[in-house]
């Protein structure tokens, strides 16, 4: 007895082909995701990055508190900041004030700063607030210190005296030079 195959003549190549196909979408889908990765991971980093110069910029604005309460970050020894003394309008030491009714420079950081202005956050300063004893913290590692100036602002409401209005404007700077925050608030004491 004999048994007869039968192959085709011509092989067409199908399954190759298919495969090739197969491998190129499955190659693409691979650098799609490597690029999706590495994106978000730059963007995670950006964020925290923005997050511990808003935190350092939080920080800045409750010791520049302090500052007008109760201590002179230059000297440590209480010496609260009442009305505008030594306030003037080229900043001289970080305190700002152009006068009644004069609009203020903007940025007032740029234009009118003395090569003392602004003032630099300094860790380890020591405040006392009613008796109470607080110490700045220490920055995050690799954050420079960040800075503020304080603009004295005078007011005399109808039917009362003089009140005194401080606008702290901080800077403060992330990891990368490019990553900076301004946060400002009217404080009163």
């Known amino acids: 007895m004999i048994i007869r195959f039968n192959f085709p003549q011509e092989q067409r190549g199908a399954t190759f082909v298919t495969g090739l196909i197969f491998l190129v979408v499955l190659t693409l889908f691979g650098v799609t995701a490597m690029k999706t990765a590495s994106m978000e991971e ?6 925290r990055d923005r997050n511990l110069a808003l935190q350092a910029a939080e920080m800045t604005l409750r010791y520049a508190e ?9 000297t440590n020894t209480p010496s609260p900041i009442d009305g505008v003394v030594d ?4 900043c001289t030491a970080g305190l700002c004030y152009y006068g009644a009714g004069a609009v203020a420079p903007s940025p007032a950081w ?4 003395t090569p003392a202005c602004p003032i630099n956050y300094v860790a380890g300063t020591v ?10 913290p220490a920055l995050p590692a690799g954050l420079p210190a ?7 602002i005078k007011k005399t409401p109808p039917g009362s005296g003089e009140r ?3 606008r702290i404007t901080v800077r403060a700077q992330g990891a990368r030079q490019g ?7 009217i404080f009163r004491p």
């Open 146 to 152: 960040p800075t503020y100036i304080i603009e004295g």
């Open 127 to 136: 405040f006392r607030v009613d008796g109470v004893a607080f110490t700045a």
């Open 110 to 113: 740029i234009t009118y700063c």
């Open 66 to 74: 302090q500052h007008i309460r109760d201590n002179d970050p230059t």
């Open 42 to 47: 730059r963007m995670s980093g950006n964020l």
């Open 87 to 90: 306030f003037d309008t080229i």
């Open 164 to 166: 005194y209005y401080y």
């Open 179 to 185: 990553t900076v925050v301004q946060l400002q608030e």
